[in-house]
């Protein structure tokens, strides 16, 4: 029986713009936070009246909504990414004031759950990405309506060129730090040290100064002692195979960044997104690393 030829066409732009979406919400929520710190959390206020920052980003959300229903050009679509991150970073930065009785905006669990929902966007957008092999029709018609149309870089919004400036700046700053002769082997050292150390201080065989989550919960431990634990595997693998030992690293970080981090934020706050960046690095070290040795 011959199978039924789907409908729905996708876009080959996808991924790119579910990237833009998720960096500008996180963008967005880091410069909210920090603008609101700095400025002692003022109120638009008129009379009686409260505009939450909320309601300006579901504005932009329906301003990118409003584009993308307007209009095909994949240039424009791409701005409605931009807008549209912006508008759900300044929405779902308000999460406290609607999962509490008393609308508090300062609710401590909040910072964990939005880096909860980051966390499965992240997830299912790569899902998106790995299941991305599209049709030849889907190729066709991407093809005519971009011939038609232009790409998505044929804009000429300030936004987006300044986006696309800076991005390609920290890529360039980033790759050429992480390509330094030396870098990533010293770097790699660093972590499993760290890792090691604290697995040391859960026993007590160290001081707790040493623990990075020292005051956090139980969880937050539970989460060190199982990375710190399969980067002890890695070192004892490395005897019989370095490519397996960074496979056993890399499984370190990520139980880091996928369970560890909650706790951390939600008990450190945003403070923790300075260890989120050092897990990053390092997930950036092993991933060149294994890119190598797979090449």
Same mark, same amino acid.
């Given at each position: 029986?011959?199978?039924?030829?789907?409908?729905?066409?996708?876009?080959?732009?996808?991924?790119?713009?579910?990237?833009?979406?998720?960096?500008?919400?996180?963008?967005?929520?880091?410069?909210?936070?920090?603008?609101?710190?700095?400025?002692?959390?003022?109120?638009?206020?008129?009379?009686?009246?409260?505009?939450?920052?909320?309601?300006?980003?579901?504005?932009?959300?329906?301003?990118?909504?409003?584009?993308?229903?307007?209009?095909?050009?994949?240039?424009?679509?791409?701005?409605?990414?931009?807008?549209?991150?912006?508008?759900?970073?300044?929405?779902?930065?308000?999460?406290?004031?609607?999962?509490?009785?008393?609308?508090?905006? %300062?609710?401590?669990?909040?910072? @964990?759950?939005?880096?909860? =929902? *980051? #966390?499965?966007?992240?997830? !299912? +957008?790569?899902?998106?990405?790995?299941?991305?092999?599209?049709?030849?029709?889907?190729?066709?018609?991407?093809?005519?309506?971009?011939?038609?149309?232009?790409?998505?870089?044929?804009?000429?919004?300030?936004?987006?060129?300044?986006?696309?400036?800076?991005?390609?700046?920290?890529?360039?700053?980033?790759?050429?730090?992480?390509?330094?002769?030396?870098?990533?082997?010293?770097?790699?050292?660093?972590?499993?040290?760290?890792?090691?150390?604290?697995?040391?201080?859960?026993?007590?065989?160290?001081?707790?100064?040493?623990?990075?989550?020292?005051?956090?919960?139980?969880?937050?431990?539970?989460?060190?002692?199982?990375?710190?634990?399969?980067?002890?595997?890695?070192?004892?693998?490395?005897?019989?195979?370095?490519?397996?030992? %960074?496979?056993?690293?890399?499984? @370190?970080?990520?139980?880091? =960044? *996928? #369970?560890?981090?909650?706790? !951390? +934020?939600?008990?450190?706050?945003?403070?923790?997104?300075?260890?989120?960046?050092?897990?990053?690095?390092?997930?950036?070290?092993?991933?060149?690393?294994?890119?190598?040795?797979?090449?």
């Amino acid at each position: 029986m011959k199978k039924r030829q789907s409908l729905l066409v996708r876009d080959t732009d996808t991924d790119s713009l579910l990237d833009l979406f998720m960096v500008i919400a996180v963008v967005t929520i880091l410069v909210s936070r920090a603008f609101l710190a700095a400025t002692g959390y003022p109120q638009i206020s008129p009379g009686d009246l409260h505009i939450a920052h909320m309601l300006w980003g579901g504005f932009l959300m329906f301003i990118a909504l409003v584009m993308v229903f307007r209009y095909w050009n994949p240039s424009v679509r791409r701005l409605a990414a931009f807008v549209s991150g912006m508008g759900f970073g300044l929405f779902i930065d308000e999460l406290g004031k609607f999962i509490t009785n008393n609308n508090d905006y %300062f609710y401590k669990p909040t910072i @964990a759950v939005i880096y909860v =929902i *980051f #966390i499965i966007m992240y997830l !299912l +957008f790569r899902g998106f990405a790995e299941d991305s092999e599209l049709s030849s029709r889907e190729l066709q018609v991407n093809e005519r309506l971009r011939k038609d149309l232009g790409d998505m870089n044929d804009s000429n919004s300030k936004l987006l060129k300044w986006y696309d400036v800076t991005k390609k700046r920290f890529e360039k700053s980033f790759d050429n730090t992480i390509s330094i002769k030396g870098f990533v082997p010293l770097l790699m050292i660093v972590f499993v040290v760290l890792s090691l150390i604290q697995l040391a201080a859960i026993f007590g065989l160290v001081g707790s100064g040493w623990l990075l989550t020292e005051e956090t919960s139980r969880y937050a431990i539970v989460g060190t002692f199982i990375s710190s634990s399969l980067v002890l595997i890695g070192v004892i693998e490395s005897r019989k195979s370095l490519y397996h030992s %960074f496979l056993w690293f890399k499984r @370190a970080i990520l139980v880091s =960044i *996928f #369970i560890t981090q909650i706790f !951390l +934020f939600y008990h450190s706050q945003l403070t923790a997104i300075w260890g989120l960046a050092v897990d990053l690095v390092f997930y950036a070290g092993v991933e060149t690393y294994l890119q190598k040795k797979s090449a």
